[in-house]
């Protein structure tokens, strides 16, 4: 892309008209639904009244979940569109820009009304701090001020609608924050970049630290253009639900960079020269109808198990009287089974959202060794790899996975002690302030130090033949589906109280047993240990034999 010469007043003439034009894309949205729901309401025997109510009736679903539903649809159809009239070429980059942002603020105020606002608000703010605050603090002023912002909403809905399931701005408000910190940190990556570049010695200077391989693919060097801006925050096909795509991923996208399956680190920014404006393929984009179709057929699967088999067995009747009384393999049984019934819908919602992303034409990933293309970029869950994992280090790798890579990026990778529980802690924060929720963190992260030192110390001595191999993947794969659901039962419950009473009636088995292998097998250490485990007699022999 050019490089640009912005100054402040610039970004903020331009930001102006923008910030009009989507105060009048609100109003006209306000209108029509005056108009319409107006309508409706003079007359209560219309038939859009009637397709309503009967489909709701007829699926279950709360007025709330039937919007998100048609918001998707909508948007689906959108996509499909948008890919198909606004392909990436020169001539359309600012065509995709506005369709895309301005497509996308119309289905936020059309699921959530005036609480769009709460989106528009934060991002006006962070973009103004990145313009004013110098970049060496600016990641960190934005993300204090993301958080807090979002926390804000958290403990709002806390005091309002206390134990409530329902589809509010919230949600787009946590993908929101992932998008501007991963922003702000991206920037601040640019600047160091930059100032490494400047100095004859840079590895003596510890504010400028060398970037990471990932850290210098992601790298932003100037801040983005209000209209870049506003079109990675409100982009239709990811408003709703997510899940997270990187700035520069985006921007690729957009420009059609990810067609030429080139990575994002191997071109540089700082070039001006006219060959950057190469990078617009003129081809015919590859196919998106399989990836589409075979998520939407597993969405397929999923809705059919959240409606029939979700609202019957739910995780509130794991501490009914009925089911603490039944003997403990039915516990078991049921606990297994109504906490896998509960993550149908996360299953059912990140894939639809990624066929969604996908019908844009956002989720391109380079190719394949088949030479098919892969799109995977936005992959946010595994559901076959998740429930079949033989250890909960796999769990968390194939579960809502951009957040992961986004606590990877902006905590892990960046912090030097304590880094397991600090990821816990800050997706802890990031999801809200429910008593169960930091249960079930805190949990987790001592069943992660569990399994890892169950695999250094343990499992070496399994590895003898096919069949103890065998056996212990079944002993981990039952122990991991144990441990994740004891954890994520809380996440369900989130009353301190009721989460206290299910793990009275479990008599606190997980969570000490968790505590004592942690400390016990050191898991909580990331240093491998010096001493290797002894060779059980059997394989001496054989090697010896050899």
């Known amino acids: 892309m050019r490089k640009r010469n912005y100054t402040l007043a610039s970004h903020v003439a331009e930001g102006y008209f923008f910030f009009t034009l989507i105060t009048a894309n609100l109003k006209l949205n306000h209108k029509l639904n005056e108009l319409v729901f107006g309508f409706i309401k003079r007359d209560k025997k219309n038939i859009l009244v009637w397709i309503n109510l009967f489909i709701a009736k007829r699926a279950g679903l709360p007025i709330d979940q039937f919007n998100f539903l048609l918001a998707e649809l909508l948007a689906l159809i959108f996509a499909i569109c948008f890919r198909r009239y606004l392909p990436p070429k020169p001539s359309n980059l600012i065509k995709r820009h506005l369709a895309a942002s301005l497509l996308g603020i119309a289905l936020g105020q059309f699921c959530f009304g005036s609480q769009i606002w709460h989106l528009i608000l934060q991002s006006c703010i962070s973009y103004l701090m990145l313009c004013t605050i110098p970049p060496k603090h600016s990641y960190k002023v934005v993300f204090i001020f993301c958080m807090t912002y979002m926390s804000a909403i958290h ?41 490494r570049a400047k100095r004859r010695r840079p590895d003596e200077d510890k504010d400028c630290a060398a970037l990471s391989e990932d850290q210098d ?32 991923d985006y921007l690729d996208y957009i420009e059609g960079r990810n067609l030429l399956v080139i990575p994002t680190s191997g071109r540089q920014q700082t070039e001006t020269s006219d060959q950057t404006e190469e990078y617009h393929p003129e081809t015919i984009q590859p196919s998106t109808f399989w990836p589409v179709f075979t998520k939407l057929a597993q969405c397929g699967l999923w809705g059919y198990i959240l409606l029939n088999f979700t609202p019957v067995y739910t995780i509130e009747y794991n501490i009914s009287q009925e089911m603490v009384n039944s003997p403990m393999y039915k516990r078991i049984q049921y606990l297994l089974f109504s906490t896998f019934c509960n993550r149908a819908k996360y299953y059912f919602a990140f894939i639809l959202s990624e066929a969604i992303n996908n019908a844009a034409g956002l989720g391109l990933n380079g190719v394949g060794e088949n030479g098919q293309p892969k799109w995977n970029l936005l992959t946010n869950i595994k559901p076959l790899q998740l429930e079949t994992a033989t250890s909960l280090k796999v769990v968390l790798d194939v579960w809502n996975m951009q957040t992961a890579l986004w606590l990877r990026r902006i905590c892990y990778d960046r912090i030097s002690k304590g880094r397991t529980l600090g990821v816990f802690v800050l997706s802890a924060l990031w999801h809200g302030f429910y008593p169960g929720y930091y249960v079930c963190f805190i949990l987790a992260a001592f069943e992660t130090y569990a399994g890892r030192g169950i695999r250094r110390q343990i499992r070496p001595y399994f590895q003898v033949n096919a069949i103890t191999k065998a056996i212990y993947a079944c002993i981990t794969w039952f122990g991991t589906q144990v441990g994740l659901n004891f954890a994520v039962t809380p996440f369900v ?35 491998k240990s010096s001493k290797k485990p002894e060779v059980p007699p059997q394989e001496k022999d054989e090697k010896k034999s050899n």
């Open 155 to 195: 403990i709002h809905r806390l005091i309002y609608d206390y134990g409530n399931y329902t589809l509010d701005i919230s949600g787009p408000l946590m993908i929101n924050t992932q998008k501007l910190t991963a922003l702000a940190f991206s920037f601040f990556d640019g600047y160091r970049s930059k100032q």
């Open 217 to 248: 693919k992601q790298k932003i060097l100037d801040i983005p253009h209000p209209i870049e801006f506003l079109s990675y925050i409100f982009y239709f096909h990811g408003i709703c639900v997510g899940p997270l795509c990187f700035y520069k």
């Open 493 to 527: 419950l989130m009353e301190v109280q009721k989460v206290w009473y299910f793990y009275k009636t479990w008599y606190f088995i997980v969570p000490i047993a968790s505590v004592v292998l942690a400390l016990t097998l050191n898991g909580a250490s990331t240093k």
